[in-house]
């Protein structure tokens, strides 16, 4: 993907307030795994979304290479067992290509989620982002709009329910810098 396609599309969403979704997405996923709400919420999202959409294809070939890894690596543990030791080594490779793309597609899941909770964000002004940014505001209400959803919150409501909101105002302030 290249950069000049997020500039274009995200370029407008203050760089501070990516930089806070993305690690409080990576930290709640790391907290407490994924589901099916976050999957399809995004996915519709998305899907409109020339780069979140070139994001998820990207994603779906990592899943891919990192299932084919995961059998590489269980026949040739099995292949071992029963042939030769050789095999080992087809099993630990199998098993590094495994782990790295799984990362890959977790970091990729986690940047288009992050991108989509920023724009929700500066659209419904949380935390103070819509006033401290009017052109973003502006722009993200565009985007939501744009891709059929006005100024709905479907990822925040599924991260950050309504009820909870206040408690996480401070940590998505604006700084002052």
């Known amino acids: ?13 203050p760089p501070q307030l990516v930089f806070k979704t993305h690690e409080f997405v990576r930290a709640y996923h790391d907290g407490r795994g994924s589901g099916w709400p976050f999957v399809r919420k995004a996915h519709i999202r998305a899907e409109r979304s020339g780069y979140l959409s070139r994001l998820e294809r990207t994603v779906v070939a990592q899943r891919r290479v990192f299932t084919a890894a995961i059998s590489t690596a269980v026949c040739s543990l099995i292949a071992a067992a029963v042939w030769s030791l050789w095999f080992v080594i ?37 935390a103070g982002w819509g006033k401290a940014s009017p052109f973003a505001k502006e722009q993200a209400e565009s985007w939501l709009h744009r891709i059929g959803f006005a100024t709905g919150t479907n990822l925040l409501d599924a991260y950050i329910p309504a009820s909870r909101r206040a408690a996480f105002v401070d940590d998505f302030r604006p700084s002052e810098a």
């Not at 396609?5 to 407008?12: H, K, P, Q, Y």
């Not at 990362?103 to 949380?126: G, H, P, S, T, Y």
């Open 1 to 13: 993907m290249k950069q000049n396609d997020f500039d274009s599309e995200f370029g407008f969403l």
């Open 90 to 126: 087809l099993t630990a490779v199998a098993c590094v290509i495994a782990i790295r793309f799984f990362r890959l597609a977790k970091f990729n899941l986690i940047q288009e989620r992050a991108l989509i909770l920023a724009i929700e964000m500066v659209a419904l002004d949380f």
